[in-house]
């Protein structure tokens, strides 16, 4: 043949036809051991579908993986309605989306799982209102979701599951708040709500009878608090509840009982600083029917009575050697004859004949008396502390403390003073 007889046999389209075919040729020999052959077209739309689908799986996000699978399904819903898609790449869309649905359930799953409230004493009201905020959120997306992931009857199974979970969290949250464990809180509250001002739309005035904080100190020394320190838990814990209230975590009628209850705690010594240790005379306590500070020996140094017939006044007797000491215990004063019996209560005067409700009086500084009739015997007994200076006892030791018990059969009363 002539030279170029090749080239005019072919024709130029056929010679370029041959080329790539040898070309192809060569790089299926070399793809034995090499990059193998290119893929085609639709191998590569179905690659990128199946991608698609797996970025939704290892996001770790719920709202982001619904807004792959919402692009995802709309570039699948464009490319099947064009003529001819490839069968191949449908395929790989069904697949995609189903792996994304099946991914966005999981998480959303869950999500649902890790918002379940636990034990009250497991969750704070930081924990369950990030758990309801959670779970809002999930029930609004769910609410939207108009088939992308859920069937309808999956769907309103799901809201169902989420609402109910929503109620026991907003159960937990009304038990969390109405404990009244932790003063933190009242002091957390305090400094929100009075010192920085903050929500003051929020607030609801809660009205009782536990009138304004006693910060005296009998008081002070008996919770175990300073008097800043006390004001501020009595304080936030009006705001703490008012707020609580406010903002319809609890009821008016469920807050008042634990403002109530909290305030005890807190006469009770419980928020104190410290293990409180009463050493003396304790007037706030010995009112509660708590005579912790009275606890020792006590020992009679007179006897004070009325002085004979015609003589005014009383006499002062240092003899009292068959007088017995006064018994004094957390929740009993005695002499024996007559027992003032506390134990978490209005003290009440106890005798061997039957009792009466003892009446209180604190007309005198430096002295608390209680008074009672029992069996037509009037008993006075009288609490003074250091520094009390009755009128009518110059011979008293201002520098100790002391316990006088008064009867009226006969008319005298004994002076025991604390060793």
């Not at 898609?85 to 790989?92: H, L, M, T």
């Not at 169902?160 to 404990?179: G, P, W």
């Not at 005379?281 to 009325?306: H, S």
């Amino acid at each position: 043949m002539r030279r170029g007889g090749v080239r005019r046999a072919f024709g130029p389209w056929r010679w370029l036809l041959a080329v790539a075919v040898l070309l192809a040729a060569a790089g299926c020999a070399k793809g034995a051991g090499g990059a193998g052959p290119a893929a085609s077209p639709t191998q590569k739309q179905v690659q990128q579908v199946a991608a698609q689908g797996a970025a939704i799986a290892k996001t770790q996000d719920p709202q982001a993986q619904r807004q792959q699978l919402a692009k995802l399904a709309a570039r699948a819903q464009a490319f099947n309605q064009k003529k001819g898609a490839a069968k191949a790449v449908k395929a790989a869309y069904r697949k995609a989306l189903a792996a994304g649905k099946k991914a966005v359930s999981a998480s959303e799953k869950r999500l649902l799982t890790a918002s379940r409230a636990k034990a009250a004493k497991e969750e704070t009201e930081k924990t369950i209102g990030e758990k309801l905020t959670r779970l809002a959120g999930l029930a609004k997306t769910v609410s939207a979701d108009a088939g992308l992931v859920y069937p309808k009857a999956a769907r309103a199974a799901l809201l169902k599951d989420i609402a109910a979970q929503t109620k026991q969290l907003q159960a937990t949250r009304t038990q969390v708040i109405l404990a009244v464990d932790d003063p933190q809180r009242y002091l957390d509250a305090y400094q929100t709500y009075v010192v920085e001002g903050k929500e003051r739309d929020q607030e609801t005035n809660l009205s009782g009878d536990w009138g304004d904080p006693q910060t005296t100190p009998d008081v002070l020394a008996a919770v175990g608090l300073t008097k800043d320190k006390f004001t501020r838990i009595f304080g936030g814990l009006h705001e703490y509840y008012g707020r609580a209230v406010g903002h319809g975590f609890v009821s008016y009628e469920q807050a008042l009982p634990a403002v109530e209850k909290a305030i005890d705690k807190l006469y009770a010594g419980d928020y104190a600083d410290q293990p409180v240790k009463i050493t003396q005379m304790n007037f706030y306590l010995i009112k509660k029917g708590d005579f912790a500070g009275l606890v020792g020996q006590w020992r009679p140094v007179a006897l004070y009575a009325v002085r004979a017939t015609g003589t005014a006044g009383y006499s002062w007797d240092n003899d009292v050697e068959n007088i017995k000491p006064l018994s004094a215990t957390k929740y009993h004063i005695s002499d024996g004859t007559v027992t003032l019996r506390g134990q978490n209560q209005k003290p009440v005067m106890v005798g061997t004949d039957g009792s009466a409700a003892a009446e209180i009086d604190e007309s005198v500084e430096g002295e608390l008396s209680y008074s009672g009739d029992l069996a037509g015997t009037t008993y006075i007994i009288t609490f003074m502390t250091k520094g009390a200076d009755p009128e009518d006892m110059p011979n008293l030791n201002r520098q100790k403390e002391h316990i006088v018990i008064y009867t009226n059969k006969p008319r005298s009363a004994v002076v025991y003073e604390r060793q």
